[in-house]
DNA sequence: ACCTGAACACCGTTCAAGT
DNA sequence: ACCTGAACACCGTTCAAGT
């Protein structure tokens, strides 16, 4: 059976549950599925495409009807992977095109009457939220540092804030109708 | 003259201005250093302590009268430095204690009348999204994609929508109190 | 105290050659 | 088309030994 870009995506979804982002490199990947290191790169242009992958694979199918049901979507999501976060920000950065579950901020927020630059700003700012606030939990964990018992609030509050903050930029602070 | 761990941080930060954090590895600072890369290890526990002592140099010297002003000048120190805002992130992920700079706002979320929480929580939010807007502007210059000129308006609109929402929080967003 | 030299156990990536 | 084998140019870190 050859190998093909979703083997490797979940060889690298395994290695990344078992042993962490640390551990996730070619040649153990390459290992893992019993083949040479060099085999990847026919099927995958370089780390980096894999990572965008793998970031893709671990988003997909995060949904919500609302921005913080979104939120915490894809925060479980990032959560089910060990160090899914850090993934998540290397593809961002990697990758011009949004991931899957990130890509549904703007159009939610622009349903609320926010201008389509709002919503762009608006969108930035909630991703990095959930982005860099789930790592930060995740790289806790890896330091062996105790799990904050109120992250979850710690997350929402951090949401909310910024939804509000998006709505008072339009004089909408009253009315609550982002939440 | 015997080597200390100001000038290894000096050296860092000297490749990270000239060739970025790709380049940063303990053996091209050695390499600068005239020095074998064992011999920084007497002076610095691991790369990950350098990095930490790197994000400290960068963002000495931050200050602002209010959270608007503070969040530039951290924004400026970050974006003095090639690739300036990976070092800081991985700097924060490995680090207990704040770098200086950000450990300026709390205070001032809570000189604004924000409970410890409150503010220990909208520190985080605000944290993730200038670190992560500035890496996200390093790293589009990194990958030869034109940087955004509205890049500072987008920065500021996310520092301002933030801090609406954490007055929105305790109900005083109708005067403009944080700013 | 401070550094060298040599080694260990890795990396990502390329590319001719095989099938 | 798809993969192997071998190589290139690197990593971070340790540690005996030198001075």
Not at 46 to 51: G, Y
Not at 158 to 179: H, M, T, Y
Request: a negative charge; glycine letters at 6%; charged letters at 25%.
């Amino acid at each position: 059976m050859a190998l093909s870009r979703n083997e490797i995506t979940n060889a690298a979804l395994r290695i990344l549950r078992k042993y962490g982002f640390a551990d996730l490199s070619m040649r153990r990947i390459a290992a893992d599925l019993e083949v040479q290191p060099s085999a990847l790169y026919w099927h995958v242009h370089n780390k980096q495409e894999l990572l965008v992958l793998t970031a893709t694979a671990i988003l997909e199918h995060c949904r919500g009807e609302d921005l913080p049901q979104l939120a915490r979507s894809i925060r479980a999501a990032l959560s089910s992977v060990r160090d899914g976060a850090d993934v998540a920000l290397i593809a961002v950065a990697a990758s011009p095109e949004p991931l899957p579950g990130l890509a549904q901020i703007p159009p939610l927020l622009r349903g609320f009457g926010l201008s389509d630059q709002d919503a762009e700003w608006g969108a930035k700012t909630l991703e990095h939220h959930i982005l860099a606030a789930v790592a930060a939990e995740q790289n806790a964990e890896a330091l062996g540092r105790d799990v904050d018992p109120l992250a979850p609030e710690a997350f929402d509050f951090g949401v909310r804030a910024i939804l509000k903050g998006l709505g008072a930029e339009r004089g909408v602070v009253d009315e609550p109708v982002l939440f």
